[in-house]
């Protein structure tokens, strides 16, 4: 079974400039969340799709969006980039909810992109 | 609000002791606790979690996490430490009472773990 997929891995993007970043999640997974993650904050949650809707959202600015299709394929885009955005952005996917709104699902993660900006 | 505590950003132990990384959480309800490892350059992957039941929880690679709920606590122990356990740990909580909408996982930090020869 195919894990996580994000593309590219590594992106190096100029100040101003936009980016798309793709995730392909589990077969199977509908849900998917990403995160952004540098050495001093740790793991910021980005937002979360299910069933092409956005369900969660985090504190970020509106320069960062994002959108799911219709095969559970996310996109992430961050529009006029900062020096301060260089970071290790995470796709992770977990089951579609269960029972008491699933939870207690584990996510699974793709190996990320990272993101620098000069 | 909820929040998770990694109080240690560095552990180090030498191969072959027991390792302990420790875990505190702070949620309004009853919690639902994972554990992820994350290698260099790599994604994070999923280790273990409570739900409910056993407070001793049993994972992958040999670790295990005791949920304490009197303390808020949710510590990772493996008894014999390898070398290529040396990793970035990171704990998170969902409160069990937050779904739909509000099932975003709260993440501590992380810890270091360097495991000597």
């Known amino acids: 079974k195919a894990g996580v997929t994000q593309t590219p891995r590594y992106l190096i993007k100029t100040r101003g400039q936009q980016v798309t970043l793709s995730c392909s999640p589990i077969?199977?997974?509908?849900?998917v969340s990403w995160y952004q993650q540098t050495p001093g904050q740790g793991l910021q949650f980005l937002f979360e799709?299910?069933?092409?809707?956005?369900?969660n959202k985090g504190n970020f600015p509106g320069r960062f969006s994002g959108r799911q299709f219709s095969n559970s394929r996310s996109e992430m885009n961050v529009s006029t980039l900062e020096l301060g955005d260089s970071a290790l952005y995470l796709c992770?996917?977990?089951?579609?909810?269960?029972?008491?709104?699933?939870?207690?699902?584990?996510?699974?993660f793709g190996q990320g992109t990272r993101l620098t900006v000069v | 609000a909820q929040s998770v505590a990694q109080p240690e950003d560095q552990v180090n132990v030498a191969e072959g002791n027991p390792l302990t990384v420790k875990c505190t959480y702070s949620v309004s309800g009853n919690p639902y606790l994972f554990w992820y490892v994350q290698y260099p350059n790599r994604g994070l992957q999923f280790l273990l979690k409570?739900?409910?039941?056993d407070n001793l929880v049993k994972g992958s690679y040999g670790f295990e996490a005791e949920f304490n709920k009197s303390q808020t606590s949710f510590h990772l122990k493996k008894p014999s430490a390898l070398v290529s356990d040396s990793a970035l740990y990171f704990c998170?909580?969902?409160?069990?009472?937050?779904?739909?909408?509000?099932?975003?996982?709260?993440w501590g930090l992380g810890t270091s773990l360097a495991v000597n020869p």
């Open positions: 077969s199977g997974h509908r849900s």
């Open positions: 799709y299910f069933s092409e809707t956005q369900r």
């Open positions: 409570y739900i409910t039941g």
């Open positions: 992770a996917s977990s089951l579609p909810p269960q029972g008491d709104g699933g939870v207690n699902t584990e996510a699974f």
């Open positions: 998170a909580v969902r409160d069990r009472f937050n779904a739909g909408n509000n099932r975003k996982l709260i």
